[in-house]
């Protein structure tokens, strides 16, 4: 089955820098790549995603890369703010020809420092 | 849009006991999925119900049920509850025919074992 490894597992940088956060993935099938932003006390909440036909994504300050090829993929959080403070997780979904179950990476937490 | 909601929001129980933690889908949602997120870790899948059936499940042992409702609500059961099921308890819906889409989830269950 699908295995998404995660790394780093916790990142700090300082407000106003770049962040960026990388996951790999095993099964060659999976097609969807959500990742999800969790605060303290909260569910996951759907910060971007990318289909496995597009090699990246943009949304304001956010941004998703895919290497289909190397089967890695990453996001990227530009001019970060404190409010950017969370962890995150990627996820890989294995298409439809196999369980249809999100398989997720184990988490990142990310602090800004002021 | 109410979006997902689960009940209740923390729990307390003792080793041997049985707990039933409840989910409503998002409006228009006919899926849910079940994810158990042990501290400092990632989202585990439980097992999936559309329509009322066990579509998916993960590596849980039979101890975890669920059910879903003709109203596409959901509960998860666990028996004889172990000191290592104290987890969050996440709720997501989705869309049966739209599985790659994404999940929404719920701010969770915090269950702890005694």
């Known amino acids: 089955g699908e295995n998404v490894e995660q790394h780093p597992s916790t990142l700090s940088v300082q407000e106003g820098d770049s962040a960026v956060i990388k996951c790999t993935y095993s099964d060659s099938a999976s097609n969807y790549f959500p990742w999800y932003k969790q605060e303290l006390g909260k569910g996951p909440q759907l910060i971007i995603d990318?289909?496995?036909?597009?090699g990246e994504k943009k949304d304001q300050r956010i941004a998703v890369t895919l290497n289909k090829t190397a089967k890695h993929f990453s996001l990227h959080i530009t001019e970060t703010q404190p409010e950017d403070s969370a962890v995150y997780f990627c996820a890989a979904f294995p298409g439809y020809s196999s369980a249809s179950k999100i398989i997720f990476g184990s988490g990142t937490r990310l602090s800004i420092r002021p | 849009d109410a979006g997902v909601t689960q009940s209740p929001t923390h729990l307390i129980k003792t080793r041997g006991q049985q707990v039933t933690l409840r989910c409503s889908p998002k409006s228009g949602h006919d899926t849910v999925s079940w994810y158990q997120q042990a501290l400092g870790q990632g989202p585990q899948f439980i097992f999936q119900?559309?329509?009322?059936?066990?579509?998916q499940r993960g590596n849980f042992p039979d101890r975890f049920s669920g059910h879903q409702f003709p109203n596409y609500s959901s509960e998860l059961n666990v028996n004889a509850l172990l000191l290592g099921d104290s987890a969050l308890y996440l709720c997501?819906?989705?869309?049966?025919?739209?599985?790659?889409?994404?999940?929404?989830f719920g701010d969770g269950t915090r269950l702890s074992i005694l």
């Open positions: 119900y559309y329509e009322e059936e066990e579509r």
């Open positions: 990318i289909r496995s036909n597009v």
């Open positions: 997501a819906s989705s869309l049966y025919v739209q599985r790659d889409q994404p999940q929404h």
